[in-house]
């Protein structure tokens, strides 16, 4: 039996796909699930024989659980998330980390005051595109980086905010389409260009009528070395799910949409198809991962890196920090539409915009 006992906290469908993720890696096991609806914790414990709760409080003070993973809304990770590492638990937790710049600070505080392991899943990070991305820029193949793009067009219904309270609501989800689907597209902003300097945005709310928060935003990020990043987000149910990401350097500009990876010099592309050929093989099948098609099905390998570090005392490749810088730049666009003016970070005395 494994060393590494998980408890895995909130049972909606992002909790089944944790449950994949620490079982398929087989380095960990699961002791509890925990939930309010004690019928989706029982459900999860009977398909992987173990234990359920309703109380994630109870299961802190269980001392064979060493390692907790966040499964809950938004507004419910920060709270979880400190307590956890407080009480000397490992902590993986779902994205986004939290809903605001307090609860952000606080958690990279904790975090680094802990000497226990702490990640947050941003899966894409292991995907194949990004990492092919990362192995050309390493050979230097794409020079000086000048610029970038991030950009997501999605789809969901009203059917989709209707299935859970706590979805399309700022005190809850903390947002929209920002801080739930296209921050793993800006995600990739922070991969390549490291923390934000400033953020001009505009957050709006244009035809998701049973929401109150945005269903698009567009803005322009600059970050060190006179670089600057513009994206683009947008919820519209006529729209088919498309994901791009493009990073211009001196000497080729990379496109990255979902699965492929192309640039505009030939001989570069053929270093890009080598280099992602060898990638997409490095990858296991993992077309069984519950969820929705969106998430992908790297969860897996975020778990794998998140135990492997617990076990040889290595940084996440989603360190807190790290993730933290996607969660800035979220919360600095609705900061930026709240006050109409181009933002600084840290940021300070945030509001949250009232879209109408």
Not at 170 to 192: K, R
Not at 201 to 219: C, N, P
Not at 315 to 327: G, K, L, M, Q, R
Request: hydrophobic share 35%; glycine share 6%.
């Amino acid at each position: 039996m494994t060393d590494l006992k998980c408890a895995v906290i909130g049972c909606g469908v992002i909790g089944s796909t944790h449950a994949w993720g620490i079982t398929n890696d087989q380095q960990a096991e699961i002791k509890y699930f925990c939930d309010i609806l004690p019928e989706r914790a029982q459900k999860l414990a009977e398909k992987y024989q173990c234990q359920f709760s309703t109380d994630w409080k109870e299961i802190l003070k269980d001392p064979e659980v060493n390692i907790i993973s966040i499964a809950l809304p938004h507004y419910l990770h920060a709270s979880v998330f400190n307590a956890a590492l407080k009480v000397g638990k490992h902590v993986i937790c779902e994205k986004p980390l939290c809903t605001t710049p307090t609860d952000l600070y606080k958690m990279i505080e904790v975090s680094k005051n802990s000497s226990k392991v702490s990640a947050c899943i941003f899966q894409h990070r292991f995907s194949a595109p990004l990492k092919t991305l990362q192995r050309f820029i390493a050979l230097g193949e794409l020079g000086t980086i000048q610029s970038a793009h991030a950009e997501l067009a999605c789809s969901r219904t009203q059917k989709y905010y209707n299935a859970d309270e706590w979805r399309g609501t700022w005190d809850m989800e903390g947002g929209g389409v920002m801080i739930n689907q296209a921050i793993h597209t800006f995600d990739y902003l922070s991969v390549f260009l490291g923390r934000a300097k400033s953020l001009n945005a505009k957050v709006e709310h244009r035809q998701i009528e049973g929401i109150e928060v945005e269903d698009y935003g567009s803005g322009t990020i600059s970050y060190n070395n006179n670089v600057q990043a513009t994206f683009k987000a947008i919820n519209d149910p006529k729209k088919k799910w498309d994901v791009s990401f493009s990073l211009t350097g001196s000497e080729t500009t990379v496109i990255v949409n979902d699965h492929s990876i192309t640039c505009d010099n030939e001989v570069k592309q053929s270093i890009i198809d080598t280099i992602h050929e060898e990638e997409k093989k490095t990858q296991a099948q993992t077309l069984n991962a519950p969820g929705k098609e969106c998430y992908g099905g790297l969860h897996n390998f975020a778990f794998s890196d998140f135990f492997q570090c617990i076990e040889n005392g290595h940084t996440p490749i989603v360190n807190i920090e790290s993730a933290s810088y996607t969660n800035e730049i979220i919360l600095g666009a609705y900061h930026s539409t709240s006050t109409n003016k181009e933002v600084t970070f840290p940021l300070q005395d945030y509001i949250q915009p009232t879209l109408v």
